[in-house]
């Protein structure tokens, strides 16, 4: 049985394979439309979201199935009248598949962990896979392939985003430069690094960590950014990590040391004036709401592929 929990696990045949039928699934989306007729699909949230809720349960529709959206907070699981090994236990009886976004990466690999049928890892603390399958699907459209391409990723460095895209930018032969404030709060987990570095050898990629915003755009093809308020960071952080990640910030003078024919990216939800200005995320590079459209293909394709659907 296969789950999505992490990229790093992931081959990078199976990648490209996810990214073809994402690619086949925007383009005809009709030949999916009961590729999961009368499957069910739980979603369970300890976190907020937007993209991640729409785009799985419209997804699950489009292709004849049913999602289901199972806040945490209103569970007995808060309320400490039951645990994580039971919960995912007795769900996993009714649903076809499941999707959680959670806090902790050690409660999602539990439930893949314990489940009978495949669990997406919809955001940890630790990683966001659907994201950066979505935005690799993204770069391909844009760039007409991934390999040799060099993508900047700049801000907060110990980062769901960061570390997936760190997976996903060596698997595919891609390099990444991340530009972060030094010290262990805002740089990528040591375990992240020291992997990630060994797939970019092994696939012709290099991974980069700089404290130097300029060095890591310096010929970017993408340039990358997330917020610097994560959902799981406390808000009394946000006046000292304004400061310490302001001059990180994606602005028109950045972007130009860039390639001229770089994009533009962040995953959503963005602030103007904080991780990147409104005219950078609002001009002509940017691509950002191409990536969030592409959440809903990707995740198609991963729901197909779990199940072991892939016919359209
Ligand atoms: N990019 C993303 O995962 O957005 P949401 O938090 O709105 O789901
Ligand atoms: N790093 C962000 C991603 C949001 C999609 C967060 O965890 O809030």
Request: net charge negative.
């Amino acid at each position: 049985m296969r789950h999505l929990i992490t990229l790093e696990d992931w081959k990078p045949e199976a990648i490209h394979e996810m990214l073809v039928l994402a690619a086949r699934i925007k383009d005809h989306p009709k030949d999916y439309a009961d590729a999961m007729r009368r499957m069910t699909l739980l979603m369970i949230f300890e976190k907020p979201s937007l993209r991640t809720r729409v785009s799985f349960e419209t997804g699950a529709t489009q292709m004849g199935g049913h999602a289901i959206f199972y806040d945490l907070a209103n569970s007995p699981l808060s309320s400490g009248k039951e645990n994580i090994q039971d919960l995912i236990r007795v769900v996993c009886r009714y649903a076809d598949i499941i999707m959680g976004r959670l806090f902790e990466q050690e409660h999602i690999e539990e439930m893949a962990r314990l489940s009978s049928v495949p669990v997406i890892n919809a955001l940890t603390n630790y990683e966001h896979p659907c994201q950066i399958l979505a935005d690799l699907q993204t770069i391909r459209e844009k760039k007409g392939a991934l390999e040799g391409l060099k993508l900047a990723y700049l801000g907060d460095g110990n980062n769901n985003v960061t570390h997936s895209l760190m997976f996903g930018c060596a698997k595919t032969g891609m390099s990444i430069s991340v530009g972060c404030p030094p010290g262990a709060e805002y740089m990528p987990q040591e375990a992240v690094l020291a992997s990630s570095q060994a797939i970019a050898a092994e696939q012709g990629g290099s991974i980069e960590i700089t404290s130097d915003a300029a060095v890591a755009v310096r010929d970017a093809d993408v340039v990358y950014t997330d917020s610097w308020m994560s959902y799981h960071i406390p808000q009394h952080k946000s006046e000292a990590r304004v400061k310490v990640f302001t001059p990180y910030q994606v602005n028109a003078a950045l972007m130009q040391q860039a390639k001229p024919d770089a994009v533009f990216m962040n995953c959503l939800p963005a602030v103007r004036g904080y991780e990147q200005t409104a005219e950078v995320i609002d001009g002509p590079q940017s691509v950002v709401f191409d990536q969030a459209e592409n959440r809903l293909h990707i995740q198609k394709a991963i729901m197909l592929t779990l199940l072991g659907v892939t016919g359209g």
